[in-house]
């Protein structure tokens, strides 16, 4: 990989972080640390409830143990980097560590988008072809659609990588971010980032809409055939099959759009702080709870789990 600038792969970067106030940083740091224990153990938990329940080795709950991973694995790239910055005074990253962390971040977070999608899938065919269910989404298929979306996700963020390692940084290395995201490492480069934006913008519109749009048409179909059940019982329970999930994309898109669909020129340090926070350490951490709360098969197979480990 090549690196146009010398001073930038020698000092790297600095990270801002979610505040600069001193007296916040071990409150953050507190506040933070609790958060990301609680994701791995909630996500851990999900997982092993799923495949120690042979009754949910079904297609919907093959995806939500692989978002579950994927979401360790997602808030493990950026918050223990964090949380040693709230500890540390010089909040350093360097440069090749920059570009490493915004390949895993995008790789993972992307992930997380296709699955949210096959998800989708997953209860359209359910809902609205229940009979040919077993056929069309069958393990085969289901491990193909996680292969796939692995795959796409990992070549964007190779893409993505390359693309910033053209650039040239020879002023501020002073990222405004509690992380190496695109769009404030961009805004430090003294290159010519015309094209760079371009691409960029293409391509996230490409990686994240793509789903999303999948998303909304899997979700229009379901709302069409969930109207003509004629019982209330019989549309109750299939909006609640889809109310754990509709709730995870509405937090995951509705934060991670705002960022991202929005030009660099009107990139906002604070706000886009804030919105990343949801998508990337909240909704991760509250994806347990939402699965766990609002879903029966996973209340009982935690109930399992919870008396196999007591016993």
Same mark, same amino acid.
């Given at each position: 990989? =090549? ?12 990270? @801002? ?55 360790? *694995? ?23 560590? *920059? ?28 809902? *609205? ?12 298929? &289901?491990? !193909?659609?996680?292969?796939?979306? &692995? ?7 190779? $893409? ?9 940084? &020879? ?8 992380? /190496? ?6 805004? @430090?480069? *003294? ?11 293409? =391509? ?9 749009? /999948?998303? $909304? ?9 969930? !109207? ?13 099959? &889809? ?20 030009? $660099? ?39 399992? $789990? ?6």
């Amino acid at each position: 990989m =090549e690196i146009k600038n010398d001073s930038s792969s020698t000092s790297g970067f600095t990270l @801002l972080g979610i505040s600069s106030n001193p007296q916040l940083q071990k409150p953050l740091f507190a506040i933070f640390l609790i958060m990301y224990l609680v994701t791995i153990v909630g996500n851990i938990l999900i997982i092993l409830a799923i495949h120690s329940d042979s009754r949910l080795h079904t297609p919907m709950y093959f995806f939500l143990s692989n978002l579950s991973f994927m979401d360790i *694995c997602f808030t493990t790239v950026i918050v223990p980097k964090m949380l040693v910055n709230f500890l540390s005074d010089t909040k350093s990253i360097s440069y090749v560590g *920059c570009l490493i962390q915004m390949y895993f971040f995008m790789a993972f977070g992307n992930t997380d988008s296709y699955l949210l999608a096959s998800m989708a899938i997953d209860r359209l065919v359910a809902i *609205c072809n229940p009979l040919h269910y077993d056929v069309v989404m069958n393990p085969r298929r &289901c491990l !193909l659609m996680l292969l796939v979306s &692995c795959t796409i996700s990992h070549l964007h963020s190779m $893409l993505r990588v390359l693309l910033m390692s053209q650039l040239s940084f &020879c002023a501020s290395h002073v990222v405004k971010h509690f992380f /190496c995201d695109t769009k404030p490492v961009l805004k @430090l480069s *003294c290159s010519d980032t015309s094209s760079s934006q371009t691409v960029v913008m293409t =391509e996230t519109l490409a990686v994240i809409v793509t789903p999303f749009l /999948c998303i $909304l048409f899997s979700y229009l179909r379901i709302i069409i055939t969930v !109207l003509r059940i004629p019982s209330a019982a019989g549309k109750w329970k299939a909006f609640s099959t &889809c109310g754990s999930h509709l709730t995870v994309v509405v937090l995951f898109y509705g934060s991670a759009i705002y960022v991202y669909s929005r030009p $660099l020129s009107i990139y906002s340090g604070v706000k886009d702080r804030a919105a990343t926070l949801m998508y990337t350490v909240v909704t991760p951490m509250l994806n347990p709870f939402i699965y766990s709360l609002r879903n029966k098969d996973m209340k009982k197979s935690m109930r399992k $789990l919870r008396f196999r480990i007591h016993s």
